[in-house]
């Protein structure tokens, strides 16, 4: 009886120990575009993407008006604190939609202006924020657009951001 015993502690013993899975270690990945930064009231949020398009708007060009290159660029950013990204909440990004005349290699515009900002929170809250100053630059070169967000005033705070970018 005791043999019966002792095997059949053994077996039960051995299939515990078979039958342990090991994981590998959850490693929490952040999407960064690594195109700069981007603060809001000193915090930095993590850029997940930021790119810029031409929109051809010369079906629309008035002949009384300079002929200049009209750009839009989105930039989104994780909105989430680093302890709400480290227990894994749901996305909470914010979109930040910049559209701009070009004359030349610059233009400088008041972000009331230029600027639709919206705070995109899974699943399905969409709500836009109030931008109430500052000034949005944007200095392209053939291959890279820098845009700068300085002092822009929203009613969640202020941003403040340089971000080089790679036109479509």
């Given at each position: 009886?005791?043999?019966?015993?002792?095997?059949?502690f053994a077996f039960v013993a051995i299939a515990?120990?078979?039958?342990?899975?090991?994981?590998?270690?959850?490693?929490?990945?952040?999407?960064?575009?690594?195109?700069?930064?981007?603060?809001?009231?000193?915090?930095?949020?993590?850029?997940?993407?930021?790119?810029?398009?031409?929109?051809?708007?010369?079906?629309?060009?008035?002949?009384?008006?300079?002929?200049?290159?009209?750009?839009?660029?989105?930039?989104?950013?994780?909105?989430?604190?680093?302890?709400?990204?480290?227990?894994?909440?749901?996305?909470?990004?914010?979109?930040?939609?910049?559209?701009?005349?070009?004359?030349?290699?610059?233009?400088?515009?008041?972000?009331?202006?230029?600027?639709?900002?919206?705070?995109?929170?899974?699943?399905?809250?969409?709500?836009?924020?109030?931008?109430?100053g500052g000034e949005i630059?944007?200095?392209?070169?053939?291959?890279?657009?820098?845009?700068?967000?300085?002092?822009?005033?929203?009613?969640?705070?202020?941003?403040?951001?340089?971000?080089?970018?790679?036109?479509?």
């Amino acid at each position: 009886m005791k043999a019966i015993r002792t095997t059949i502690f053994a077996f039960v013993a051995i299939a515990l120990v078979a039958s342990c899975t090991k994981h590998e270690t959850f490693v929490n990945t952040l999407f960064d575009c690594e195109c700069g930064t981007l603060a809001l009231d000193g915090r930095d949020l993590n850029v997940r993407l930021a790119e810029g398009y031409f929109l051809d708007l010369m079906h629309i060009h008035d002949d009384a008006q300079p002929a200049h290159d009209h750009w839009r660029y989105h930039v989104l950013v994780d909105f989430r604190t680093a302890d709400e990204i480290a227990n894994h909440v749901p996305s909470h990004d914010v979109a930040l939609t910049v559209d701009i005349p070009l004359t030349g290699s610059s233009n400088t515009g008041q972000a009331i202006a230029v600027l639709v900002a919206n705070e995109i929170e899974a699943p399905g809250m969409d709500v836009f924020w109030d931008i109430t100053g500052g000034e949005i630059t944007v200095n392209k070169t053939d291959s890279l657009h820098t845009v700068t967000f300085l002092n822009v005033v929203t009613n969640k705070g202020t941003i403040n951001a340089e971000l080089t970018i790679v036109p479509e």
